[in-house]
């Protein structure tokens, strides 16, 4: 089979799939939603499963949809780079990539991208930092940050990455041997496992509404320096915290975490990459910028 015939369809697809819609997709690509539709049909028919799941309420991808899609994006985004490549007539990235990430970040999102960004640009060399505390780039000779938070003023360019809620989560062997947890004030009664940045008052929001701030206080049963720490805690069934929720998504998708109070959240967290470049960024730092963007979306989605 002659798989680079098929590379426009791949395209196309991931353009439909994210926007669920044949129609959004058609007028994105400047295609009439006929000739989209065909495309999904023969790559359907080619590949021999179903993708898209269509019904009245629009689509939903497959489970092999969603598999694929993965692929299809970094496919797009290196398609996308390359054209990069050629108008900005760069050489090939080389030397040391210094950068600092917050431990949130590490695992699920950086690593994975840092794997590909290696596979790209071999003479790559990589100097990584994982700290939640941050870091200035001059002082210390880094080429990009991950911040959480809003920024401060500075003289560095931030790209955004994305945002993500805290949430209510703790062991389902926990919440079987401890009281009922149905609302706030039961939480007194619990044992709260608290982050590096949260303090003895915690501030939530119910049901999205960031306008309607609640001041809880709280006494900590127990407190970590690091986010892998606290997650680590939760795990070994010792009590309910807080956190991203990015950073549970496998773990609830394992059935090893559950959600507990979910119409209450913590503070929204927006995610920026910062880099010390002006004007025309090294392609490596710009393909960095779109992995880590991909794989913070795979996790939100």
Same mark, same amino acid.
């Given at each position: ?185 039961? +939480? $007194?009664?619990?044992? *709260?496992?608290?982050? @590096? ?6 501030? %939530?929001? !119910? #049901? ?26 939760? +795990? $070994?069934?010792?009590? *309910?915290?807080?956190? @991203? ?6 773990? %609830?998708? !394992? #059935? ?46």
């Amino acid at each position: 089979m002659n798989n680079v015939k098929r590379l426009s369809s791949l395209l196309i697809f991931a353009e439909v799939a994210n926007k669920q819609s044949f129609t959004l997709a058609a007028k994105k690509l400047a295609m009439s939603k006929s000739a989209v539709s065909q495309h999904i049909k023969r790559l359907e028919e080619t590949i021999g499963q179903q993708l898209l799941s269509r019904h009245t309420r629009g689509m939903s991808l497959t489970a092999a949809g969603e598999k694929l899609l993965s692929r299809c994006e970094l496919l797009r985004d290196q398609v996308e780079l390359a054209y990069d490549e050629l108008t900005l007539s760069k050489e090939i990235p080389s030397g040391i990539f210094a950068l600092t990430i917050p431990h949130a970040f590490e695992k699920d999102i950086v690593m994975p991208a840092l794997k590909q960004l290696c596979l790209e640009f071999p003479l790559l060399k990589i100097d990584l930092q994982v700290t939640d505390q941050p870091l200035d780039l001059i002082e210390n000779n880094l080429d990009v940050s991950i911040y959480a938070g809003e920024l401060k003023d500075s003289n560095y360019r931030a790209l955004p990455i994305g945002s993500t809620t805290e949430v209510f989560c703790a062991s389902s062997a926990y919440l079987q041997k401890q009281k009922k947890l149905s609302t706030i004030a039961d +939480l $007194q009664s619990h044992q *709260i496992i608290a982050t @590096p940045w949260q303090k003895n008052t915690l501030e %939530l929001f !119910k #049901n999205n509404h960031y306008s309607d701030k609640q001041s809880v206080p709280l006494h900590y049963f127990a407190q970590a320096n690091t986010l892998p720490s606290v997650l680590a805690f939760i +795990l $070994q069934d010792m009590g *309910i915290a807080l956190l @991203p929720e990015f950073v549970i998504q496998s773990d %609830l998708a !394992k #059935n090893e975490l559950s959600r507990v109070l979910p119409e209450f959240q913590g503070k929204k967290w927006p995610f920026y990459l910062v880099h010390r470049f002006h004007g025309e960024k090294p392609i490596h730092i710009s393909r960095f910028y779109q992995l880590v963007k991909h794989f913070f979306s795979k996790l939100n989605r």
